[in-house]
Each structure stands twice: as structure tokens, then as C-alpha cells.
């Protein structure tokens, strides 16, 4: 699997990280896997303001995803949707599948509705899923809800014997960490460092216990609000005092192989 982070950032843009989306990509071996609706492609998780820029820069592109994963509602997460689809729109490629929690079917007709030239320019097959096991584009998903101001589904997508654990937005907590344990990567929320009172995110302390004694290979830090610029190294500090995996903070464009 290979995972690219395309937004690392938050709802307020410092000019360094676009929110968020991460790309995921099966190893060619198993790229022709068939899968429900057949669709077994790169997949896109999230889609946040800039994401649509990001995906650009990747082989992949925005015509070569198959689906979008949405992991909540909120604007950080979905704003470059209406632009994905006419960007796919104008390049031909006109298929697309939309996963995400309940409220999703209705998010994508009322986008269409504002923007009504969109309508039937391309053929969405929209699916609403929720927390346990479903596949997605090729990947065996398990989800959760998370602890955050929205409804909001963390994943742990397995293609073949890796693993890979998407917290989405969410407070650290312990249930979050079990779901995680056996994960090669853990990418996790972290948006604000220790001296922010913060609720529905969390802070690296919370994130360290939640983690503590799980067996993660490595946790890459995203969501970083502008608040973390120059906190960094206190930051993985806080972490590292009950979680003893390699810790480092994502940044765009990333790209790891599991
Ligand atoms: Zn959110
Ligand atoms: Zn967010």
C-alpha cells in the first residue's frame, strides 16, 4: 500500500498545508483486484480545500481516483468535492464513488442543488456506510466513530498484510487507540499543542496515553493547526512520554510505502 498525504492541515491555512485528503494505492499486484462495483482504484480519503491541487501533483490525479472516502461533513474535509467532480467532468472521466457516513447522500444532492449546471455531468454512485466492516475500492475498511463537534468515522484500511489507521478528526481516547493497535501507520489528529485547552481534537499528551503500549509501527501527526509551527519537537516530547513507537509530523506531499 502506498498512502500520500495530499493535506496535512486544518481549517485555518497557514500557506504550508492544504487540508485534508490522504491518497491510497494498492501495490500493483494488486491493483486489478476485483471489488464491489468493481471499482478497485486509487482511493481518496477526504477532501478538503487544496486537495483537488494536491492530487494534481501525483501520478494518480484527480482522473485517475475511483473513489472518495469522507470520513465527516465538515468543510476542512469536503470543500474540493464540487471541484473534483467538474474537474473529472471536463477531463472525461465521469464516473466516481462517494463512501462516507450517514448524511452523505444528502450532502452530495444539496451541493448539486446550489450548483445546478453540475447536475448529471457525471455519474456518482453515492454509499452511505457505518462503524464495522465494509469494502472500499479494493480495501478491507473497519470503522468507528470518533469524538469530535460532527459525526465522524476514523479507518483502518488493510490491503493484503498492511494496515493503515486514518483517526480522521477526533479526540485521542482509548477505544481509538485499541482500533489502532496492530496498525503498521497510524496517521492521527494533532492539531494543537499541549497549552491549548481543546475539545474534539486532541493534545499530544491524550494522544500518547491513548497510544500508550499499542503495537504501531509508527504515527504520522496531521491536522496541524497554525497554533503547532514551533511546537513540534515539545510536541513528539509529550508523545513519547507513555508512546514508544517513531513519531513524526506529516507534511504534504508525503508519501510512505507500507
Ligand atoms: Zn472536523
Ligand atoms: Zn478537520
Redesign the pocket.
Known sequence: MRVTFLGTGS?LPDGERFQTGLLLEHEPRRATADSENNRSGPLLVDCGSGVLHALARTDVGYEGISTVLL??H?L??VSDLLPLFKARWLAGEEELAVVGPRGTDDLIDELLSVHEYMQDRIDLTVREVEPGSFACSGFDVEAIETR???Y?LAYRLEDGDASFTFS??SEAFDALGAFADGSDVVAHDCSFPDEIDVS?HPTPTQLGTALAGRNVDQLLLT?LYPHTNGHHEEMIDSIHEQYDGDVAFAHDGLRIEL
Open positions: 481549517a470520513t465527516h465538515h476542512d474535509h469530535h463537534s460532527m465522524c480522521a478528526d474534539n491536522h
